[in-house]
């Protein structure tokens, strides 16, 4: 332990007369400046954690983040951008979504010291935007393009090798040749 010193952190969570709300838990914190790191900053961090897994695995279940394919590194990093910026969007507009039960939900009464999901902002989004307006023009119709002079051919795209993982067996034959 003496060539990774660490923290260690207890968290334990009390309510307003001292009883416990839930077991203690135990954070470390590692790495150079871990001194500098009060115990508070170290537990809100590890809140926010929380908060990253559950924006990561909403944006690629319902904002299609792993979904678009392309060769070009390039054009991936501009969908996950894209896909961040409508992230806050929904986060932006949590403070005019309504609750829209769905048809097998039962109809509550609307909460509003509860948290609104960005599901639940997703779903009214459209009655959002319509209420809201959007600063884009209306499109412009256009004519048709006349597309590719006759014989004329694109480049074809640059063919890469496959990268494979290797097998936990090949590097044991090689030595053995």
Do not use: C
């Amino acid at each position: 332990m003496y060539r990774h010193p660490f923290t260690l952190v207890r968290v334990h969570v009390t309510d307003d007369i001292g009883n416990s709300v839930w077991k203690p838990m135990w954070l470390v914190v590692i790495g150079d400046q871990r001194e500098e790191i009060s115990p508070s900053v170290a537990y809100q961090s590890f809140r926010q954690r929380f908060d990253i897994e559950h924006m990561f695995r909403f944006s690629k279940q319902r904002l299609l983040m792993t979904q678009f394919q392309t060769p070009d590194v390039e054009h991936e990093e501009n969908w996950i951008r894209l896909v961040m910026l409508s992230y806050v969007q929904l986060w932006a507009a949590k403070e005019l979504a309504t609750h829209l039960p769905r048809p097998w939900e039962s109809p509550k009464e609307q909460n509003n010291d509860k948290i609104v999901t960005p599901s639940v902002v997703q779903r009214d989004f459209h009655r959002i935007i319509s209420k809201i307006g959007t600063p884009a023009r209306s499109p412009k119709t256009r004519g048709n393009s006349m597309g590719r002079v006759q014989g004329q051919t694109k480049t074809p795209r640059i063919k890469h090798p496959v990268v494979k993982k290797q097998s936990k067996s090949t590097p044991n034959k090689q030595n053995a040749a």
